[in-house]
């Protein structure tokens, strides 16, 4: 059996995140226990309670792509820049996703989970997209648009893409998410001439 200080607690909520989606909130600590190779109270001992456990898992922390939101839009090819940056989105969500069901079936919401940030997690992720776009629209990379609306546009059906794919599976979120995306991004800012 493994030494519980050995385990990172990155690797304790990883396992502790794939118990949960794969049985919900209700899921015994010993199968997390067990994933890990070390004793239930073993675990307790590093994660203090189920509770706490379960709301450190489900914690999607900050996507990737607001570092590269908060600095400039490219000069050249910033379609192509948005186009990536939304990609890497989508696999964020589709790991984020699931931990919100199995939050909400636990009674739990989002404001439950641990953040260091004021601004809940998905406004500050649309207000920094906003930014990003009306920041390339006023240097003239993008065609000029409403970037609150645009960011809304995007966001909500990248979200909805994967909700519905997790629910009711790929018949539900049918092709490919990086065509989904390119595809999104030309219907709400137009084609690329």
Do not use: Y
């Not at 794939?18 to 199968?31: I, M, R, S």
């Not at 546009?153 to 997790?166: P, S, T, V």
């Amino acid at each position: 059996m493994a030494r519980p200080q050995t385990i990172s607690d990155e690797q304790i909520h990883r396992a502790a995140r794939d118990v949960f989606v794969e049985h919900g909130p209700g899921a015994p600590v010993a199968l997390i226990a067990e994933k890990l190779g070390v004793s239930h109270a073993a675990l307790f001992g590093r994660v203090g309670t189920k509770e706490q456990l379960l709301l450190d898992a489900l914690c999607p922390g900050r996507p990737p792509a607001m570092e590269r939101l908060a600095g400039p839009p490219p000069d050249h090819h910033a379609r192509e820049a948005l186009v990536e940056m939304l990609a890497g989105l989508m696999v964020f969500f589709r790991q984020v996703v699931p931990n919100l069901v199995v939050l909400r079936a636990a009674g739990r919401s989002m404001a439950d989970l641990p953040t260091r940030d004021v601004v809940p997690p998905p406004v500050a992720l649309r207000r920094s997209l906003a930014r990003w776009l009306e920041r390339a629209s006023e240097r003239g990379v993008l065609p000029p648009m409403h970037a609150w609306a645009i960011a809304e546009g995007l966001l909500g059906a990248m979200e909805a893409r994967c909700f519905n794919g997790h629910l009711g599976g790929k018949p539900f979120a049918p092709g490919r998410d990086d065509t989904f995306v390119r595809d999104l991004v030309d219907g709400l800012l137009g084609k690329t001439p």
